[in-house]
């Protein structure tokens, strides 16, 4: 009696379906491809509970940001603060206020100003004669 043969799908074919998963937007699309014109059971499975995750987590996002707006909101700023480079934090730092006064100016003299001199009585006397 023969047996029939399963087709496996290879570790290389397994690789390069995590490899399309991982890439944002392209997954969704091979998801959904894998899901409709998939050969083997295993590759369709594992493509229905990928969009399965993918809903529930679109759900859960949705419930979370019409619950805790302001929450999400905070979290949305903190980790932006975490996103940004440390030279661009420091550069925001050490950026002064408005109303600060230069701090160059005190290094630079300042020009002294030149007294003025009365006119005095003699220089505008008119000579007599």
Excluded: H, Y
Aim: aromatic share 4%; net charge neutral.
């Amino acid at each position: 009696m023969a047996r029939a043969k399963k087709s496996r799908i290879s570790v290389l074919n397994w690789m390069g379906t995590l490899l399309l998963c991982a890439i944002p937007g392209v997954n969704l699309i091979a998801l959904i491809c894998f899901w409709i014109f998939a050969k083997s059971s295993s590759k369709k499975s594992f493509a229905q509970a990928a969009l399965l995750w993918m809903v529930i987590a679109a759900v859960l996002m949705v419930v979370a940001l019409a619950v805790l707006p302001d929450q999400m909101a905070d979290l949305a700023d903190r980790l932006r603060e975490a996103a940004q480079p440390a030279s661009a934090v420091e550069a925001l730092d050490a950026t002064p206020p408005v109303d600060a006064v230069d701090p160059t100016a005190a290094l630079t003299p300042s020009p002294t100003p030149v007294p003025t001199v009365a006119p005095t009585a003699a220089l505008t006397a008119t000579p007599s004669a």
